[in-house]
């Protein structure tokens, strides 16, 4: 037997001691029992503000946020350049590709 436990748990990016993470699980998997599928009434009853059930590295982790994720980083273009953002912190509408020439059926002017 490993002296690793199978259940993580982090809250805002912190990993939980295990037997604090086992504990976390413990209440949680109660909540879930009896609420199917209302993640989101488990963080509201526990004042976190999300609570998400992943697996990563051979564990089962409970990802606790007590604050608002922060924003993601816009993607980078080819070349790495940022994409401009329009007056009002807008994102640039999505490029249209097609070529110079008209498009079929229809009149030139």
């Known amino acids: 037997m490993s002296d690793r436990s199978n259940l993580a748990a982090s809250i805002d990016g912190a990993p939980l001691a295990d037997e604090e993470a086992r504990d976390l699980w413990t209440r949680f998997s109660r909540y879930m029992d009896e609420h199917r599928g209302d ?37 980078l273009r080819p070349g790495g350049e940022k994409p401009a953002l329009r007056p009002g912190g807008e994102k640039p509408a999505p490029r ?6 008209p498009a079929r059926g229809r009149r030139r002017r």
């Open 96 to 101: 249209r590709g097609g070529s110079s020439k």
């Open 39 to 75: 993640m989101a009434g488990f963080a509201r009853e526990n004042g976190y503000v999300s609570v998400t059930p992943t697996f990563e590295r051979g564990r089962a982790l409970l990802v606790v946020r007590t604050t608002e994720a922060p924003p993601e980083k816009p993607a």
